[in-house]
C-alpha cells in the first residue's frame, strides 16, 4: 500500500490518531453517506485503492457508506475504438442508442466491477448496482438542452434526469452490511437505457436515503475564490453565495455539476455537503475524521457547527 | 405479446388450466429453481419476453428462481467489432486480458441488464449480479486444454472454474422478493477478471443453493437417441446412461456442457435437472407446470416418481 | 376431479392461460379475500371440492382467503328431524333457544367441519371459527323484525347482529399460511348462543379485516335487470343504483341481503365486491383470473378501471 | 360465583395463600398442561365455570392450558332424541356413520362452543379445534373389538384411534395468549368422520405438545385400594403397579382408559399424570399449587420428588 | 418463612383465593409498577425478604416491578462510624463531597446489593442499577434550601433532582424478564455524585415508564385524618384535597415527600398512586390482590372507580 | 486529554494510520474482549480516562468490551479510616464479614461506578454489574490457604471462588450496545457476600463468554526474562513455559495471579490472552491496532500467527 509512511511515527502516536477519531466515529455511527468517486481517484491505481480501504472503513466502524461512480473518459475511450467520434454540447454528450449502449458496458460491466472486486479485495462486502437493477432508479429522457438563449434546443438523446429513486434494495443490503456501488444508468418507461449525469444521481440518493452527508470527489481543491489562484480555497459557502458566484461565472464550468448536485441535495434535506480534493490519498478520511477538514462544504440554512460533534474535540472543526 | 391465442378457449377451460396447476404449485412452493438462459429464448425478442414474464410467475406463485445467463455470440459480435479474431480451442474461447475485459462489459453490462430490464417490466423485481459481486463466486483458472492426448495443452488464458459458492447475497435478496439474474464473470484471488462458462456456473449454484431444479434452456428438443432424428427424444435419462451416451459419441459436442452441467448439479444434491427447447413458447412453464412435460430430465439414483406431485393429478407425468 | 376436460388443448395453450393470470395475480399478491361460501357451491359436492381447490390456489398464489359459510336448508332438516317445524318473518327464521342450539351444532359442528375437511384434502391448511372462538365476533340480538308498518314487530329471538369483529385470530393465522372458514354463531354479552346471517358477518369481516374484495358465491346469474329474463345480467352496479333497484322492488328478495352485504363492505372501505354464480364451476376463478369476468360487481364511489391491472393486459376486464 | 366464602379469611391469610403458590408458579412457568375436561366438572354449571376460571388463571401465570372434552351423555341424549338407540360392546360406543355425525355435531358444534365461551367469559381468549382443523390430529379406525377371546371382533365403526399429532396450530396460537379447547374429533385419510376417545386423545396431545402435565379430571376421587372403600384412596402408584391393579381386576372398568391415558402420555416423555376428582371445587388448582395434593399421581421410572419445586417450600408435597 | 399460618385454612378455602385474585391479576397483566421500598420494610430481616418475595410474583404473574430503594438511617451510621456528624436543614441531609461518597457507597455497594440478592433467592432475576448506570437518570443539583422566608438559603451540596431518565436499560432488562433495583444515586453534567430523595426518584421512573402504578412503603398507616388518631385513616384522597392537607400543616413533615411524589407521578401520567403501611406483611399483594385495600390512594382527576377490574369481582374494591 | 501531542504530525500521516488499523478492525468485528482493569491505569486519573475512551472506542468499531476491575488499595484505605487492619495471608487478604462488607462498598458501589461514569461520559453506554446481579456469578468460599506445606491453613473468610458465570445479562446488554462492567464480589448460595480475585473472574468471564481475548492491564511492562531486568521482556510464552517460569520462582509474586489467569482462560478456550503495561497511554488500543505490540502475550497450543490478521498488513506483528 502506497501512502506516507508511518514508520516514523511513535506508537504512542498512533494510538493517539486513533483516539482523536473517536468523536467522529461515535458522530458518523449509523449513518449513511454517499461518495460520487470521480476524477484521478478512480483512474490512478494506487487512489483508488486508497479509497476503496478508506469505504471499507467507514463501513467497519458503523456507517453505511454508498458508492456513485461516473467515468466519461473512459466511454470516450471505447467509443474511440469502435470508430465513433464523441460529440458534446454545452459539456453534456450526445447520446445516440449505440453510444447509450457502449456507456452501459463501460459502466455498468467494467468500472462498476473494477471498484466492486477493489473493495472485496479490502475486506468489504461490495455489491454492484445500476439505476436498473431492482427499479433502483425511475428516470426519464432529458429536455432537449438550448445553446443559445430562446433556440429549440439540441435533443441528447438517451440522457436521463431522475424521476424518483426506490431505495429498496439499497436499504436491504445496508442491513446486511453490505456496500452498493452505483452505476450511473438507468431506462425509461419503455425499456431505453438512459445514460445519467453521476454526479446528479448521487444527489438523488443522498435524499432518497436521508443520507448525513454527500461526498463529492474531484481533481481540484475545491472552490476557489479566484479560480487562477490554487490558494484561494474556499472552505466553507451558503447555497446563496454559491449560487451567486455560478451567477457571477466564477465557478469554473467542470465545477458546476458538482455545485448543482450539493446544492439538489441539500435541498432534498441532506445536512452536509462537500466537495474535496480526490487527488490527496485518504481524501475522505482527511474530511471525516480530522479536525483540519479538507475542500469545500456547501451548507444549507443552519449549516455546521463545533457543537455536532460531541465530547472531547475542544477545536474548532476548521 | 405473441403465443398461441387463447380467445379460442371457454372461460371454463381456463379455470380448469389453472387448477390443473395447483399440484404443482403446491410441490414447488417455497423451492428454488437454477435456470440457465440460453440459446434462441435469450436471442429472439419474443421468446425472451415470455421467459422472463414465465419467471415473473414463479416468483409470484411462490418459488425462488435464480437465473444465470451466457452469451457468447455477443462477445464474438463485439470483438470483431473491435478488430479481434476470436479463436477457440474444443470449443472453448481462447481468453487474453482483453477478450476478457470485452466479455465482462458485454455479458455483465449488455446481456444481464437486458434480462433484469425485462423481468422488471414484466413485474419482478430483478437484480443483476456478477460473480465478483458481494464474492458471489470464488474462482480459479482453468488448468490448460489437452488438444490431443498426452500433450501440454493450451492456455485458454482468463477462464475460470468455480471453486466455491457464496450464497449470501442470494440468499438475503431472495428472501426479500427479488430475482438474482448471473453474469457468469468472476475473477481471481488476484483480482483478475475470469469468463466461466455459464452452465457450469449455473450447476454450482444450484448446488449450492440446495435448489429443488436445474433447468438448462437450449435451442434443441433435448437429448436425442439418434441425434439425426428430431422424433427420437429421450424423456429420461440416469447419470450412468448419459455418461455412457457421452463416451459413445452419441450426444452432440454442443450438448455437452449442457449434460456435465446437469450431472454436476445432481452429484452436488440438486434433485432434478432438466435440459428443455426454449424456442418453445413457455417452455419453462409447461415444463413446470403440465403433466406433458417437455425436453429430457437426467436423474440420479432414485429419479423421479409421480407421487411426488401430491394430490389430485391422477396420470402418469410423462 | 370434475370440471370440463382440458385434454383438447395443447400445452402451449394452457401455458398462455397461466401467464395471462400474471397481471391477476401480481394485483392480488398479499391481499385479503372475504368468500361468503353458499347455495349449490355448498350443497352440490362436486362443486364444494372445486370451490375448495380454488381457494388452495388462491392462498398459494400469495392472497389470504377468508371463508365465511352459511347453512339455512341443513339446519331446516335436522329440526325437523327433531320434530320442529320452523317458522319464518320476512324470510327470517324465528329462533328460540333450542333453534339457536341445533342451528350452531349443525353449522359449527357440521358444515363449517365439512368444508375445512375439503380444503386440507385438497393441500391447504384449514381452520374452523365461529364468531365465539376467541372472541371473534362482539354480537347483540337484533331489533324486532316489523311484519307492517308501525307494528311492534315479531322477536326473531336469538338472532345477531354484529357490533365489533376481533380480527386477532384470523391476523395471526393467515399470517402463518392457515385459511379460516367462519361459521356465522356468536354470542352476545350474557354468553347466550346467536345465529348471525352469513352475509352480514362476511361483510363485517371484510370491512374489519381491510378486504380488497368480499366475493358472495348465490345460485343465480347475479343482479338481473328484468329479473324474469336470465339474459339481463347487469355487469356493474353502484351503490346508488342497487338501492334504487332495491327500492323499486326489481331485486329479488333473496338477493336483497346480498346487495346489503355487499353495500356494507363497500362503506366499510372494502373497494370491490361480487355476486357471483356459485353454480359454474370454478366461478371464484374465473371472476378473479380471467378478465371475462362473471356475476355483477357492485362498487363504491370511484368504481374499477382497467388500470387497476397493470401490466400486459390489454382488453378491458368485461 | 359458588365456592367456599373466604370472607372468614384475614387479609394476611389471603396474602399468605398467594405467597405459598410463588415456588409452585415459578416451576410452572412457561410449561403446557393439557387438561382431560370430563364428568361432572363439564355438567355442572358451578363446577364448569370454575374450571373454567382455573384455566385462565393458569394461563395468565405464565403456563400453555390445552384443553381435550368428552361428551358422552350428550351424545346419547341427541341420538335419543333422533330416534336412534346406541349401542355399547364393551362400553364403546358402536359408531355408524349418521352417530358419527351425531357426535361430531354435538362435540364440536356444542359442548367445544361452551367451553369456549366460558373461558372467554372468565376473561381469557379460548379456541376451539377439533382435530380436523389444521389437520391436527392424523387418525384412523380402531380394529374390530374382541368380545370374547378369539373371536373377529366387532367392528366399532367410525371410532378412530391417534396415528399422529401435528402441533402447529396449537403452538402457533398458545404463542399469542389462546388456549386451546380441543375436541375429540378427526377423519382418516379419506375425510370419514371419526369418533376418537378423549383420554386417548389427550395423552397423545400431551406426549406430542412435551407437556409438563396431563390431568385427567373424573367423578371419582382417584384410583382406590378397595374400589368399594371411599377412603383407600391411592395417592401415587408406578406405570407398574397400575397394570397389576388392571390385571387383577383392582380397577374399576371406567377408569380403565383414564389409566391407560395417564400410562400413554407417561410413555410419550410427560413427567406428570393426575387423575383427580372434577367434583371437588377448584380441583386443579388445589392439585397444582397447594402442598396437599389431591387425587392419584400415576409416575413412570423416576416419580416426583420433593426438591422439583425449588425454594422456600419446606414440608413434602404429598 | 414468617407470616400468619395457613395451615389452618382449607385447601378449598386456599384455592378460592387464588380465583379471587383472577380479576386483579387480569388487570395488572403485562403492567409496570414502580414500587418505593422504604422504612420498616427494608430494615425488619422477615419484612424485606417478604417484599422480595411478593415482587418475584409480581414478576411471575406478569407484571413489570421496577423497585427504587432509600437509605437513610444506613448512611447515618457509616458515616458516624467515619467519625462524619450528619447535618440536616429542613429535614434534607447537607451532602459535602465526602458524604455524597459514603451515601453512594451504602446505597449502591449495600443496600442495593441486599435487596438484589434477596429477590434472586426468592426466584427472581434481580439487576441492581444506580442512577449513573447507562445514564438511567440524568439529574443536576438542588437550588438551596430556604430556611425562612426571604433568606439566601442553605445550600445542600450535592443533592441532586432529575431532570431527565433515560429508561433504554430498564426496557431492555424488563422485555427480557429482569427485576431492576434502583439505588437513588446520579451524577451530574460534569461527572459529580448526587444525592437523589429515593421518593422523588421513584416518581419520575414511574411517569418515565408510563407505570400502571407507584406504590409507596412507609411505615405508617397512610394518610390520617387525624394525625394523632390511627384509626383515622383516610382510603383516598385526590391531588387537590392532600394540597389542602399539606397546605393546613395536617400532613406529618416526613409524610410530605411521599405525598409529594405521589402528586408527581400523577401529574406525569401514572394513573394511580398508593402509600401503604410497609409494617404490614404482604402489604404489597394486599393492596394489589384483594379487595380490603390497604393505605391511602391519591388519585387524580377522575380517580379509581370499581369497572377498572373487569369480570367477576362484584363487591367495590373499597 | 493528556497524552503525546499530535499536532506535529500531517493529516495525510493520521489518515494513514486509521487505514493500518483496518486489518485489525477486520480481525476484531464483533469479537468479545475482556479487559481487567487494574493498577496505575485505575488510579491515576488521566490513565483512567484514557482507558475508558479506549473502550468505547473498541465498542463503536464493532467489538463488545467487557470490564472486569479490583480494587484492593481503596478497600485497605475504607478500612483504616474505620479503624479496621487488614491482614494478609500468602498476599491474599483474611476477609471477616466486616471486611467482606466494606470490600462490597468500595468495589460496587465506589469503583465500579466511578469506571461507568468514565465511560458514559467518553460517550460509550456503561453498565455496572456485580457478580450478585441477574446471578451473574455463581462462587463459593475458597478452601483455606496453606501457608506452610501440610498444614491446616488458614481459613481467608469471605473470599469466594467461581463455580460457574451465568453470561445471560451480559448476552442481553451486549447485543443492545452496552458496555458491562464488572465488580468482583459475588455471593454463596446461602447468600453470604464473597470477595472475589478480579483476575481469576475475568479469566472465568472470557472463558463463559467465549471471548476472543483477555488483556490483563498491570503496572509492569510484562514477563521479565530477568526481573531485575526491565529490558527482559518476554513478548510470548506458552502455557508450559509461564508453568515452568513460575516453578522456577522467575515470576514475581505480584505477576502470578495474572499468569494464573491468562492460563484458566487458554484453557477454558480462550484463544489469547495478554499481559500488559496499564502505565503506557493508550496500551489498549497499542496491543490492539498496531503491529508493534506490547506486553507478553501467552498461548496455548498453537499461539498466534501473522496469517490471523488478514488483507495488507505485510509485515509479523511482533
Known sequence: MSGPATNGLSSAEKAEVLVEALPYIRTFFGKTVVIKYGGAAMTDAALKEMVALDIVLLRY???????????????????RRLGK???????LRVTDGET?????????????????TLINRGGGKALGLSGKDANLVVARRKAPEAVAEGDAGIDLGYVGRVVAVNTEIIDVVCREGFIPVVSPVGCDDGGATLNINADHLA???????????????????GILKDPSDPGSLVPQVSIAEAREM??????????????????????????????????EPHSLLLEMFTNRGIGTMIIGGQGW?????????SGARR
Chains 1, 2, 3, 4, 5, 6 share one sequence.
Open 246 to 279: 455560478i451567477g457571477g461565472g466564477r465557478i469554473a464550468s467542470g465545477m458546476i455539476p458538482k455545485v448543482d448536485a450539493c446544492i439538489t441535495a441539500l435541498e432534498k434535506g441532506v445536512p452536509r455537503t462537500h466537495i474535496i480534493d480526490g487527488r
Open 85 to 91: 467520434e464523441p460529440v458534446f454540447v454545452n459539456g
Open 61 to 79: 466502524i458503523g456507517m453505511n457508506p454508498v458508492i456513485v461512480h461516473g467515468g466519461g473518459r473512459e466511454i470516450t475511450d471505447v467509443m
Open 100 to 116: 447509450a449502449q457502449i456507456a452501459e458496458m463501460v459502466l455498468t460491466g467494467k468500472i462498476n466491477q473494477d471498484i466492486v
Open 203 to 221: 444527489a438523488h440518493l443522498a435524499g432518497a436515503l436521508a443520507a448525513y452527508k454527500l461526498v463529492v470527489l474531484t481533481d481540484v481543491d
Open 305 to 313: 457547527s463545533p457543537s455536532d460533534v460531541a465530547g472531547t474535540v
